[in-house]
């Protein structure tokens, strides 16, 4: 995913010459391309994630196109206020990347890990908050965000994540990604567990309980029309994100459903990680099982809930 | 310093006014400062007070920055990153035409235009919403290296007060700004050696500023803050081509001007009463 941002970036700052990268202290060589064909538009902003941010602002103010890129929790936990303050408050076209989100960087420990961000950042008034599946959704979701007059927020995960589309997908925000179509369940997925979505809704329909799934790029805003639609269509809907179910696209999900004048009949379940810092030493596949989110617990519970 | 009557030319081509007639123009937007607070019932009195001159300085002898065209994208920039003393910036932009005196009126009221500390766009002449120490001199510097980036040769001045200097993002952006020889950008620091609860020297070892931001790689000078002729010499002076930026250590009293309120932090919160304002005005030689 760094890699199609890396790539992506440099095309589009190739057509735009108002868009700047702001990268705090990493991103070793990632960004060559970049610094040989926009000169000058690249600024290692060293380990000073809140200044970044805060200098973003201020050059949105100014007529750029600034994207921050760091690793998640630095980004968005250190640079909450300068995110809230200074982008957020004045509402400028500010982009901000994180890299390495959820559990991507799960061997680092819980300092690398973003299980709670988004549940932060969707409170921000204005802030458009993005989770793309695979490396072209990076690609539209970039694209979509340079695109906006506000400000937005992109989670992504590392590298090797994957391959889901087989090129760059229609996202625009507050649109979701239908890739199955089903008649009993319904799984709404944001961010890198797509594949685990996808699995998940193999073994279901195997065992004869169809199943839809969307990808769902867009945490803020929600796609209501497609949410909408599914809240009476199916049994169950279920959201999945690798994100504390505390806040999240999930949280959101649920915000918006109780919030309906009339309930839905639909029984709703969110999937993602539990109020708990993951201890344990070990990569993002075995995080992901710690937590549950594999396809085929996650088909387990579903069927449970189906009936 | 050597006082150049050039530094008293109006920077955007009004009439040169001499040395006494902006020490009036600061004796009055002290008085205004005053009787905001009474009207409002609002705090920050010393805080506003300490940065007038700074403010006059800037606005009268060295910010290019036209009223008339207040959104120019090459004007100079200030921002006052001490947000809490936004009466002084409201009552000196007022003063220089930016917006009618008479919103000074309704300062802090229900609806007003000028909130207690300043909100995204609330005036004419207000580049930023402050209030949260630490964020004006990063946005500053993101201001400057754009203005570089996209060929503008406008300056961007910061005012922080010395207690903003506990914030980790003045030191951040104090050693980037260095690193990316911003000599576009000037900070003025407000030195009134009083932060809200205590001594500002004492709560952190701010001593000697000066020499933290020469250590940090900036060109850095120790001047009496209420002296305009120096503050106004300073801002004027051209950059000395090593690509350092500006710090201005300005020293000041909080609550400079009436005697009773300089020096004295119970003057961070207290709001002068109705006799005390008639007196603020006899000292500062502004009749009612």
Not at chain 2, 17 to 35: D, I, K
Not at chain 2, 178 to 186: G, V, Y
């Amino acid at each position: 995913m760094r890699n199609a941002f890396a790539q992506q970036i440099t095309q589009l700052a190739q057509q735009d010459p108002r868009v700047v990268v702001l990268s705090g202290d990493i991103g070793n060589r990632l960004f060559d391309d970049l610094k040989a064909k926009c000169p000058g538009r690249f600024f290692n902003c060293g380990v000073a994630e809140a200044n970044m941010v805060g200098m973003a602002a201020g050059m949105a103010m100014t007529g750029l196109r600034p994207v921050c890129y760091t690793i998640t929790p630095f980004l968005t936990y250190r640079c909450l206020e300068q995110i809230r303050v200074d982008v957020c408050y004045h509402h400028v076209p500010v982009v901000l990347v994180g890299t390495g989100s959820g559990l991507s960087y799960a061997s680092l420990g819980a300092t690398h890990h973003s299980c709670e961000e988004m549940g932060m950042l969707r409170t921000l008034p204005g802030l458009a908050v993005l989770a793309p599946a695979d490396a072209w959704e990076v690609k539209a979701g970039l694209r979509a965000a340079l695109a906006q007059d506000g400000p937005v927020y992109m989670r992504i995960g590392k590298k090797g994540e994957p391959a889901i589309h087989a090129a760059e997908p229609d996202l625009q925000l507050g649109r979701w990604i239908q890739l199955r179509d089903g008649a009993d369940l319904c799984l709404f997925s944001t961010g890198t567990l797509l594949s685990v979505a996808l699995a998940a809704a193999d073994l279901l329909t195997a065992a004869g309980r169809t199943t839809a799934v969307y990808s769902c790029p867009s945490v803020k805003p929600l796609d209501e029309s497609v949410l909408t639609e599914a809240a009476s269509r199916f049994r169950v809907v279920a959201t999945l994100e690798e994100h504390s179910l505390i806040g999240g696209f999930g949280s959101g999900v649920a915000e918006w459903w109780v919030d309906r004048p009339t309930p839905p009949a639909a029984r709703l379940l969110r999937f993602g990680t539990r109020d708990e810092f993951l201890h344990l030493t070990c990569e993002q596949e075995e995080a992901r099982e710690h937590f549950g989110l594999t396809a085929s617990e996650l088909a387990r519970r579903l069927a449970d809930a189906a009936g | 310093m050597i006082m150049d009557p050039a530094c008293f030319k109006d920077p955007i081509g009004g009439p040169t006014r001499s040395l006494g007639e902006l020490e009036a123009v600061a004796r009055q937007v002290r008085f205004q400062l005053v009787q905001m607070s009474h009207r409002a019932g609002t705090p920050h009195l010393g805080s506003a007070l300490s940065c007038v001159d700074i403010l006059v300085a800037a606005y009268w002898t060295s910010l290019r920055v036209d009223p008339a065209q207040p959104n120019d994208p090459n004007r100079d920039r200030f921002i006052l990153s001490k947000g809490h003393a936004a009466s002084a910036w409201y009552a000196v932009l007022a003063k220089r035409g930016f917006f009618s005196p008479d919103w000074l009126e309704t300062f802090a009221r229900h609806g007003a235009p000028l909130a207690e500390q300043p909100a995204p766009g609330c005036a004419p002449g207000v580049e930023l919403a402050t209030g949260s120490l630490g964020h004006g001199l990063p946005v500053g510097l993101g201001m400057a290296l754009s203005a570089r980036l996209q060929g503008r040769d406008h300056r961007v001045v910061v005012c922080l007060s010395d207690g903003e200097c506990n914030e980790g993002t003045v030191w951040e952006a104090a050693m980037f700004a260095a690193a990316q020889k911003l000599e576009r950008l000037t900070v003025v620091i407000d030195y009134n050696k009083w932060q809200a609860t205590g001594r500002s020297n004492e709560v952190m070892a701010l001593p000697s500023l000066r020499d933290k931001w020469s250590a940090f790689g900036w060109e850095a000078h120790e001047v009496d803050g209420h002296d305009l002729a120096v503050l106004a010499g300073l801002l004027h002076q051209a950059a000395d081509g090593s690509g350092r930026p500006r710090a201005i250590v300005a020293h000041t009293v909080k609550g400079k001007g009436v005697s009773f309120m300089e020096d004295d932090n119970n003057w961070h919160y207290r709001i002068p009463k109705a006799a005390e304002v008639e007196e603020a005005g006899r000292q500062l030689g502004v009749t009612v």
